[in-house]
Every structure is written in structure tokens, then in C-alpha cells.
């Protein structure tokens, strides 16, 4: 599908990435780059990469496509090394949870000729680092693409037919649009479930040590996603402020509205409320992309 493909940050999703052009050939040379010297040395032991290198500006030179799987927050940085040393006709894409945010971060570095072709892969696990990445992490998984006005047609269809190749459902998106959406189903409920396991850890320790000790499978469940790579996910709320303060407003009156009827004994409120929400529950898990 391309000459050289470079991938920069191998985490879970850059070394799954990884995984994923080795095994369907999707290149013929695989460049995999990161400034972490020990992550380079994994890699090699994996076998993850024609080419492993920790300079990114070499890294890139000849690279038909260039994917930033970092953190939203590195973005900037990493653009800015990587920049001159990009050829004509290139494609840089992303892997981020954000899309207004890293656009602006990358765009303003990329000369003429360059396209950027934001993508963001809705799958994952709790887990991170290049061991822990996996080739059927995408299969059936929502890949977002947020393409510029300006951005080539080309582009954007060789970006999507990429991740298709690795077993993703392409869907084009606004990046305001995917912003405000992604705050309400991925980016609030990191946040909740943050703030719960904090909540515990404030406890007595008499209580918290019973807490972790009787934890039933809803909160085990729950928090789940609170064992996330915490530098990825600061950089996310930080990136994408507006959008989750704006979900967060609504959750607040919505959690307000449930305490007010808890307090006044309203139980036909909480009835209809946990009636209607078990009804979308039940259409979240029958979708059959995503699950």
C-alpha cells in the first residue's frame, strides 16, 4: 500500500499499528521511531520494524506516510522536528482522541505538498507500551477521520483504505463535531471513573481497604478504564477543555436531578430514568462496530 511507513510513539496503539503492516505487508519498509531509547530497544526485541530508530527528523526522511501515535499533548513538538524533513507528497496522520486541538498543533509546521489526514482509532485497552499492543486491537472498531477542506481527496481515501486494511469502519467526521462527541462517550466517563477510584483512595483506610477488598463487578468494571496511561489522558482533557466542560455542565444537572430525587424519595423519577438508559444500554451493545 506505501513504499515506507514511519509510525512515532509505540504504545499500545502505534506498536498495534506496527503489528498490523508487518503482518499484512501494508509497506514495504516500517520505520518505527520514538525518543524513548528503552521503548527502542523493546521494539527490537519484538521485531517491530524494518528500521527502529530513535531520531524522529530521520525517521521520517522518504516516508510515504508518517503516523503521530503520542500523547495530544506532544503533537506540537514532534511536528516541528519532523517537519523539514518531510518529502513532497507525504501524509501525516494522527492517532489522538482529539482532533481540533492536535490540527492546530501540526498544521502550521507542514510546508506545501504535505497533507495531514487526522484519524482517530476508537479502540484500546488499559494498558500501554509496545509489548502490550495486539493485531486484531482494530478489527471492527471505529476508525474517525477528520480531513481539512483543503486536504487531497487522495489522501483521505489512501488514510481510510489503510486502516480498513487493518479491520477498522471508516466514518468522516467534522473535528468540532468528533470533539463533542468524543467527550461524552469516551473522554466524561475516563473522567468519572478517575474521580471514583480517587473518591476511594480519600477514604479511612479501614473503609478503602474493604472497598478494594469487596469490589463487585460493577465497580471493578466501572473503573477499569482509571488504570489508563494518565500522561495520555491529562493531555486529552486539557486538549479538548471546551467540549468536556461542556458535557461535564450536563452531567452535573443530570447528577443533581438524580440527588434531588434521592433525597425526596421520588421513585418514579429514578424508575424512568434507569428504564430509559438500560433501553439505550441494550442498543450500545447490540451495534455490532464498536463493541
Known amino acids: 500500500m506505501f513504499e515506507k511507513v514511519t509510525i512515532i510513539g509505540l504504545g499500545l496503539i502505534g506498536s498495534s499499528i506496527a503489528r498490523n503492516v508487518l503482518k499484512h505487508k501494508l509497506a514495504k519498509t516500517l520505520v518505527t521511531a520514538d525518543i524513548n531509547k528503552d521503548v527502542c530497544e523493546k521494539l527490537v526485541e519484538l521485531e517491530l520494524g524494518h528500521i527502529v530508530t530513535d531520531d524522529l527528523a530521520l525517521g521520517v526522511e522518504d ?156 465497580f471493578r468494571d466501572f473503573t477499569r478504564i482509571a488504570a489508563s496511561d494518565p500522561t495520555m489522558w491529562r493531555d486529552v482533557f486539557l486538549n479538548n477543555k471546551d467540549a468536556v466542560l461542556e458535557v461535564l455542565q450536563r452531567f452535573n444537572e443530570d447528577l443533581s436531578a438524580m440527588q434531588k430525587a434521592i433525597r425526596k424519595g421520588d421513585g418514579e423519577y429514578l424508575y424512568q430514568r434507569f428504564d430509559k438508559t438500560r433501553a439505550i444500554r441494550k442498543a450500545i451493545i447490540e451495534q455490532k462496530v464498536g463493541s
Not at 509546521?109 to 482517530?120: C, D, F
Not at 483543503?150 to 483521505?156: F, P, Q, S
Open 63 to 218: 516516508a510515504d506516510l508518517v503516523i503521530l501515535a503520542v500523547p495530544v499533548g506532544a503533537m506540537e513538538s514532534v511536528a516541528k522536528v519532523i517537519a523539514p524533513n518531510l518529502k513532497q507528497g507525504a501524509i501525516v496522520s494522527d492517532t489522538g482522541s482529539v482532533k481540533v486541538s492536535v490540527i492546530e498543533q501540526i498544521k502550521p509546521y507542514l510546508h506545501k505538498g504535505v497533507e495531514l489526514v487526522p484519524a482517530h482509532p476508537i479502540a484500546g485497552t488499559e494498558f500501554s507500551g509496545p509489548e502490550s499492543g495486539f493485531i486484531e486491537l482494530f478489527e471492527k472498531k471505529w476508525c474517525i477521520i477528520t480531513p481539512l477542506p483543503e486536504t487531497d481527496v487522495r489522501a483521505v481515501e489512501k488514510v481510510s483504505e489503510f486502516w480498513e486494511a487493518m479491520g477498522a469502519v471508516i466514518n468522516i467526521m467534522d473535528p468540532q463535531h468528533h470533539d463533542l462527541v468524543l467527550g461524552i462517550t469516551s473522554h466524561l466517563p475516563h473522567l468519572i471513573a478517575y474521580t471514583i477510584v480517587g473518591t476511594a483512595e480519600e477514604l479511612s483506610d479501614d473503609i478503602k481497604s474493604e472497598v478494594i477488598q469487596f469490589s463487585a463487578s460493577g
